[in-house]
């Protein structure tokens, strides 16, 4: 099992895949950085606020710059809201940004669906066959490599936000737990994501299929569904209140964890593992 | 000698289509056993089968005397159908994931072992998406020999390669077989190729296994005609019809008899023919390739 472990985390590290993806995570935080920072310097009153409704869910911040009306908005009070806006971007707000966040579930849901089904669709599964009990060792090894993932492109992030916050001008953070805080809370989104991410690829054994479910989900097409079901009330409950990424949506730097994320989460784990474990076990592997 | 590999009943069903029915299939230990049938006969699924790649239908496989489920000390290396390897990755690379997976200690020197017998050693560093097919072949069955197996599983391993790489790859699966005392299943369209070096074949023809025989059987049976030319071919006839059915039909040339299917009689004819002084230019006993063993057995039309 550890070696099964092992060999996955030497070809995690030649993963290009998910190098590719990290750099394209810190590209869009530093280059969104680069133009706030243009913003403060040469931006307009529709500019900042344009920017303000990108990055933040933080209303009060929001309704203080929305009540600067661009035809009141004088040159003095222009250059308080940039002075404003820029010392509102710091670390977390960088890092957490709405648009991010789902890049970011993008992206490992690709990195995943790569790495997961390349032991497919090279059919090198085959070759580790003669271990014994080989199906559930490699499951498992890849399940265990999926936080490692994760915690790779999230420190990403935190790096390419920690530059553009030096970027903007900002002094070093000092204090990193609010980043840590919010990154604990979408890990759980993200594990459980991930593992779906496995159960689609062993389901299917085929890359483009779950490269293509992985993606749909990640950006929350399922919540198309959901909305047709609840129209039917064909359920006692709003079935779209329990979806997974729009509870996701809703995880802030300032909010605290919606309740139901963590059974939701769990529940979509844990299926996804049982279903992955008894789908490995029974089925032909079509390679 | 006990048999490694043994299939009782062995079937794979997809939908309402038998791939393989009620295979009993016996491999001893150190045997070089190769698997014939023509295309679609079953072969390549008795190999997943055994590399656990497909889950049987019904039936049963013993390895070693254990249910192949259970067995975790004898280990089985496989190359069916086309190599699997990571392509973006070098020759070697792909070995040291192989044998970090398997926990080899000394990972460097056994992969380079490894390369060096399948003559990759040169090319090592070479990403394999740049390899031919033969040499991919070639990675393919070191991939399979890692860890040095009991068992070797090959699906047309010679498949792409040319005439010297053929060559060379018999000899070392000859050697392996010798000197590591690993038993290898093998099936090959090439047949010549594979009568110079199994010891057992099994004939598997619509999913079914229909016949199993050592290489010694196959010597045996295989006789097929003797040609007998001599300048004195009347006499020869005349001598001959006291022991078999022989007349002037079976003259192919005006002085060369051919007597077919009577073949396994041959030392007996040549001695008669002898102790009645009858010259003779030419006695041959010419015999059966596997293939034409191999064509009589399924019913003549079948190519393997």
Known sequence: MLNMFRMDLRRFLRTKSLYISTIVLMAVVIIASIAINAVCKYGSVWDIQDVLSSFSSNTDMKTEMYDYSPSVADATMLEAMKVKLRSFMTLEVLASAPFMSRLSYMLIALVCVLFVSKDYITAYLKNLLLLPQAKIKWLISKILILPVIIIFMYLGITLAALIGQLILGNPFPSDFMPLISYMAKTLVSSISFGLFSIFIVVLLQKRTGAIIICLLMSFNFQRLLYTLIDITKALPFKLSDYGLMTLTSRIGIDTPLPDTLLPVAGAIAGLSLVLSFVLIRRRDLKM | ?304
Request: aromatic share 6%; with cysteine.
């Open chain 2, 1 to 304: 000698m006990a048999n490694l590999i043994e299939t009782t009943s062995l079937s794979k069903r997809y939908g309402k289509k038998f791939a393989i029915k009620d295979v009993c299939m016996h491999v001893e230990k150190g045997n070089i056993y190769g698997l014939i049938g023509r295309n679609g006969a079953g072969k390549t699924t008795i190999m997943k089968c055994i590399n656990r790649q497909i889950i049987p239908t019904g039936g049963d496989i013993m390895l070693g005397g254990v249910k192949l489920n259970r067995q975790k000390n004898i280990k089985v290396g496989a190359l069916v159908e086309s190599p699997s390897l990571y392509e973006d990755t070098s020759a070697m690379q792909n070995l040291l994931y192989k044998c970090t997976a398997l926990g080899i200690k000394d990972k460097k020197m056994h992969a380079n072992n490894l390369l060096e017998l399948l003559e990759l050693s040169k090319v090592k560093d070479k990403k394999v998406k740049q390899f031919s097919l033969g040499m991919k072949q070639r990675l393919g069955l070191a991939m399979a020999m890692v860890g040095y197996p009991e068992v070797l599983m090959l699906d047309e391993p010679i498949n792409g390669m040319d005439p010297q790489g053929i060559a060379a790859i018999r000899e070392m699966l000859v050697h392996i077989n010798r000197k590591l005392g690993t038993t290898i299943v093998i099936s090959s369209h090439i047949l010549d190729e594979l009568a110079k070096f199994a010891s057992v074949y099994g004939i598997i023809k619509e999913g079914r296994l229909i016949s199993e025989f050592t290489r010694e059987t196959l010597e045996s049976e295989s006789f097929s005609s003797i040609t007998i030319v001599s300048p004195h071919i009347d006499d020869v006839i005349t001598a001959l019809t006291e022991k078999m059915p022989v007349n002037k039909d079976m003259l192919i040339k005006p002085n060369t008899l051919l007597i077919k299917n009577g073949a396994q009689a041959s030392k007996d004819i040549s001695r008669f023919l002898f102790d009645r002084g009858i010259y003779l230019e030419e006695f041959r006993v010419d015999h059966l390739s596997l293939e034409e063993y191999f064509m009589r057995l399924t019913g003549g039309d079948e190519i393997a």
